[in-house]
């Protein structure tokens, strides 16, 4: 079976591509900041852990949580107003 890890799947394109991939057949790790199981499906192939692309230790227990993967879909960003 084939897994592939989504970043920022909370909302928006994120979301959007776990449904894709587990509509397909696939099995999906869908991070988010603050995981919401209720954004998406409810799936055995699901696997939706705490993602903070900014803090180091948040990256390394998602990984280490994911486990192999076929696919990484880096969507996950933040921004940085300008005056």
């Known amino acids: ?3 592939v890890l989504i970043t920022g799947c909370s909302s928006g394109f ?3 591509t ?4 587990l509509d397909r057949g696939w099995d999906a790790v869908a991070t ?3 995981p919401d199981a209720e954004a ?3 799936s055995e192939r699901l696997r939706i852990p705490e993602l903070d692309v900014t803090d180091h230790a948040s990256i390394a227990h998602a ?3 994911a486990g192999p ?3 990484l879909v880096n969507n996950a960003g933040f921004g940085v107003p300008s005056p």
Not at 18 to 21: D, K, Q, T, V
């Open 63 to 65: 990984v280490a949580e």
């Open 32 to 34: 988010m900041r603050a």
């Open 18 to 21: 776990a449904r894709l991939f």
């Open 40 to 42: 998406l499906p409810t």
């Open 14 to 16: 994120g979301r959007e």
């Open 1 to 3: 079976m084939n897994t």
């Open 69 to 71: 993967i076929d696919v």
